[in-house]
């Protein structure tokens, strides 16, 4: 071998060895971080006791806490599924309605692999809808209704009432165990009542029924409290 190509040779090994350990480096110290994803949108309207979900990317080996703005102020519960990675927020009392709140993390998270999420890496958002406006437990102080409302049976002898001012097509009514909407017509003359079982009701009003509409929402049993919804169906 010629000399020239002799040390060409040196030279390229050289440069191999020396380069050669820095991209094994690289490959073996790459990590991946824990992200967190927050089933919902801006765009979503919630409840006034909304159940918050989110899915981190590994199963997480620390406890989960938020902090929120504007502060909640009041307890909430986090539950987490069997693999440990989708955790379930739900607040315990109703959080005031039409604001809109943001969250984000306490401290530090860290999965079972390792990977870790610091505060202010991830948050959410999220909008409560239309509440009601008490008091509202006579028909003089019944709150108008012109699309949707959230509202509460905070005691067992609360009643909350509701003026629909003109005719639509179809209503809809949400809400928990034994709650009762009974509807009357401008007479305050019963038109019909609807009994809830931890589902969801649409239901129509005859043509003839005279508006506005007055709706009553009730617990059908003594000691059950909850939350509803009630609203217009858009045609």
């Known amino acids: 071998m010629r000399l020239y190509d002799l040390c060409k040779t040196v030279a390229i090994t050289a440069v191999f060895v020396i380069l050669a350990p820095s991209c094994i480096f690289d490959l073996n110290t790459a990590t991946t971080s824990l992200t967190m994803t927050y089933l919902g949108t801006q765009r979503d309207t919630l409840s006034p006791e909304p159940t918050l979900r989110f899915v981190f990317s590994s199963p997480l080996n620390s406890p989960l806490d938020f902090n929120f703005s504007p502060s909640v102020g009041q307890p909430y519960s986090i539950t987490f599924d069997t693999a440990h990675d989708t955790a379930s927020l739900s607040f315990l009392e109703p959080l005031p309605p039409d604001t809109r709140f943001s969250l984000t993390l306490t401290s530090s998270l860290t999965a079972r692999d390792g990977s870790t999420l610091a505060p202010g890496n991830d948050s959410a958002v999220f909008i409560t809808g239309h509440g009601e406006t ?102």
């Open 134 to 235: 008490e008091p509202n437990n006579k028909p003089d102080f019944a709150d108008t209704v012109s699309s949707y409302v959230y509202g509460f049976l905070s005691t067992s002898q609360d009643s909350d009432f509701y003026c629909v001012p003109k005719k639509h097509a179809s209503y809809y009514c949400i809400a928990s165990d034994n709650t009762v909407f009974s509807v009357f017509d401008s007479l305050f003359n019963h038109v019909q009542t609807i009994s809830i079982g931890n589902d969801s009701n649409a239901f129509t009003v005859p043509d003839t029924t005279r508006y506005p509409l007055t709706v009553c929402i009730y617990s059908s049993v003594k000691g059950i409290l909850g939350n509803y919804k009630f609203g217009i169906l858009k045609q």
